[in-house]
């Protein structure tokens, strides 16, 4: 199945990204090995672990980087010396009994485990030991992890605040959209009553035009001596 994964990283999986690449660094092992470690525990690609690491979280880490490279290195001297030891250690007889083997396989078995028992006291000789750590570096990493810490933890403070306030503005917006619903639903009904209103006012004012029109009496004419007409008064 793909791996595809949509959400942020988090503070905790940052740290175990560069545990891990630190610890392959230390062992000898390529970074591309470490992303798909934590790929496989966080459910995401090695692709994005890699992107995560040079984009983010590997300018946190320059130091330990440094020492975990020099941890390498005197590792890979300190191996090479005890190789160049081991011939030299192998010329001395044996002074514990082996019993006695019949094939060829058993005779480089044999061998191995003359080795090995040569090994023993070479490991407990003392070996070039790694680069301490100077209490400089120590403090700067443990202010590093401290800052990581205070950052991750601010920032979620400021996401719950963001949440906050988003949840209360979806209220109110909520609320304001209840508002103008019921607004537009008294304005609908409000003309409404407006223009039944009207209806009423212009059916009174017709009523009452054609009253004063019966009302009104008809003017009476006669005529004069010369020939004109004269209205007659009532």
Known sequence: MVKVRQDAWSHEDDLL?????????????TQL??????????NRTSAACG????AEVRQKYDQAVSIAKRQRKEKKRAEAKEKKSIPQRQSVPPTFHTPAYESENDEIDLNRVTVEAYREPVASEPVASTPSLDLDTVIQYLRNMKHDVQESSRSKNSLEKVEQEKQTLLNEKGELERK????QNQLATIQEDYQVLIQIMDRARKMVV??????IPSPAFRMEKNGNLEQVAR
């Open 17 to 29: 990204l560069a545990e891990t690449v630190l610890r392959h660094i230390r062992e000898g092992s």
């Open 33 to 42: 090995n470490a992303f798909e470690e934590v790929g496989d525990k966080l």
């Open 51 to 54: 992107f995560r690491w040079n």
């Open 180 to 183: 103008v619903n019921l607004l």
């Open 210 to 215: 054609f009253d004063e029109k019966d009302d």
